[in-house]
T-cell receptor, first 114, second 113 residues
Framework: GENVEQHPSTLSVQEGDSAVIKCTYS??????FPWYKQELGKGPQLIID?????GEKKDQRIAVTLNKTAKHFSLHITETQPEDSAVYFC?????????????FGQGTELSVKP | NAGVTQTPKFRVLKTGQSMTLLCAQD?????MYWYRQDPGMGLRLIHY???????AKGEVPDGYNVSRLKKQNFLLGLESAAPSQTSVYFC????????????FGPGTRLTVL
């Protein structure tokens, strides 16, 4: 099965700085790489995802980059704002996964200080 | 569209009591999931369903049962609650086609004394 590790577990940045969270996975067959954001007291919500035939994807201030050879992908947030403060989860998924199950990383708590 | 809703939002049980958590979705999704979230451990899959009348075990199924009698509802049951089941429970749903996005409910905070 898939082993997933996220680093760092906590990250504190000043407003306007950039933040990078890295997710390492073990199953080389994984072909879908999403990032979820969980605000306090709410369920996780997908913010960006990438498939294995693409190396990078951007959506305004957030981006995801994929290194299939090294088996890791990263979430990049630029010009951070206080509303970016949340817990972020990666959840890589292999194609043979029945039911589209996700295996989540342990989470990274991002704190953006004004 | 309400999306995914969960009932109740909070519950306190005594050891040995039973209860059922209800998840409902109005997006006509085939797939539904139950997760538990504990501090420092991310979300772990308890059970899931790939369609009405089907259920399957996830990563941590022991002590839980599920049923999917109607496509829009997914029930999670605890027959004899234990303190180790104190957690926040999230339900999610997903369409079979398109991207792999799972839509999550707001969660149920369960405390077992």
């Amino acid at each position: 099965g898939e082993n997933v590790e996220q680093h760092p577990s906590t990250l504190s940045v000043q407003e306007g700085d950039s933040a990078v969270i890295k997710c390492t996975y073990s199953d080389s067959a994984s072909n879908y790489f999403p990032w979820y954001k969980q605000e306090l007291g709410k369920g996780p919500q997908l913010i960006i995802d990438i498939r294995s035939n693409v190396g990078e994807k951007k959506d305004q201030r957030i981006a995801v980059t994929l290194n299939k050879t090294a088996k890791h992908f990263s979430l990049h947030i630029t010009e951070t704002q206080p509303e970016d403060s949340a817990v972020y989860f990666c959840a890589p998924r292999p194609p043979y996964n029945q039911g589209g199950k996700l295996i989540f990383g342990q989470g990274t708590e991002l704190s953006v200080k004004p | 569209n309400a999306g995914v809703t969960q009932t109740p939002k909070f519950r306190v049980l005594k050891t040995g009591q039973s209860m059922t958590l209800l998840c409902a979705q109005d997006m006509n999704h085939e797939y539904m999931y139950w997760y538990r979230q504990d501090p420092g451990m991310g979300l772990r899959l308890i059970h899931y369903s790939v369609g009405e009348g089907t259920t399957a075990k996830g990563e941590v199924p022991d002590g839980y049962n599920v049923s999917r009698l109607k496509k829009q509802n997914f029930l999670l049951g605890l027959e004899s609650a234990a303190p180790s089941q104190t957690s926040v429970y999230f339900c999610a749903s997903r369409a079979t086609s398109g991207g792999g996005e799972q839509f999550f409910g707001p969660g149920t905070r369960l405390t077992v004394l």
